[in-house]
């Protein structure tokens, strides 16, 4: 068994076909999928989404690029939200400088904001970081501690910080750029991490792995990811599917699985 642990099957070019999508996943073992919200609307989606399918759970928040539009209304939405039971996980939340889509001051305010609410929920979070590894590793030891835990999603940063990450309790969750030719730096860090922090995801409809770099990525995908890792750390397949799947369930209080 795979768990795919960051999936956007909420995004127009997916959620049309989300029945095949799943059904490409399970013929690869892939037999659970965290939806992520990215605001909302894509969050209430993914929620939907995963009342209607055994193999979905959801994470809801609003994404750094939306951290403009942040008001009320939507804390009050996102809050109603997480009373559903399918859903896991906050986010994903967190900080993006290499868009300028919302001012870094929002972004800041807004995630240390939802940081507040997850951990008033209790639940883990979903962290996007994307050029500000500084602002977001501050803000998260600002607002720490995080007993329900935590994820760098797509992790992006240097070995060397992997263990401010660690020390807040976080899991590391790798995504197609490991795969990519020139991914020195996931690819150090990712032979580096503790089997009991690695996770695996898609990211899809993004970042499609190797040998499908630039088309459409959907969950099935992720045993390229599972592949790769398994190549740099030097254990078999079966070792990081059983790794990351137990990591997964762990942090997102899943069970045992099967």
């Not at 896991?88 to 967190?94: N, S």
């Not at 790798?174 to 995801?201: C, I, M, Q, S």
Request: proline share 6%; hydrophobic share 40%; charged share 20%.
């Amino acid at each position: 068994m795979i768990v795919d642990t960051h999936a956007h099957l909420n995004d127009s070019r997916l959620a049309p076909d989300v029945d095949q999508w799943l059904q490409e996943a399970r013929a690869v073992d892939v037999k659970l999928i965290i939806n992520v919200g990215a605001d909302v609307e894509s969050s209430r989606l993914a929620v939907s989404q995963a009342a209607s399918h055994d193999e979905l759970v959801a994470a809801v928040g609003v994404h750094p690029h939306e951290a403009k539009s942040w008001n009320a209304q939507m804390e009050v939405d996102l809050l109603e939200l997480l009373e559903h039971p399918k859903v896991c996980a906050y986010g994903e939340i967190g900080l993006d400088y290499y868009y300028d889509f919302s001012p870094k001051h929002i972004q800041q305010e807004v995630f240390a904001a939802q940081l507040r609410i997850a951990k008033a929920k209790r639940l883990p979070v979903i962290i996007h970081d994307r050029c500000a590894h500084q602002d977001v590793l501050r803000i998260l030891e600002q607002n720490g501690p995080y007993p329900a835990g935590g994820v760098m999603h797509c992790y992006s940063g240097s070995a060397e910080m992997l263990p401010a990450y660690l020390d807040l309790g976080f899991c590391i969750s790798f995504a197609g750029p490991l795969t990519f030719r020139n991914a020195k730096r996931p690819a150090l860090a990712a032979a580096e991490v503790p089997d009991d922090r690695l996770l695996v995801e898609t990211d899809c409809p993004y970042l499609s792995p190797e040998p499908y770099r630039g088309k459409l990525n959907h969950p099935a995908r992720v045993v390229h990811i599972v592949e790769r890792l398994a190549e740099l750390r030097g254990v078999e397949f079966a070792t990081i599917a059983s790794q990351t799947t137990s990591n997964a369930l762990r942090l997102f209080g899943l069970g045992s699985g099967d």
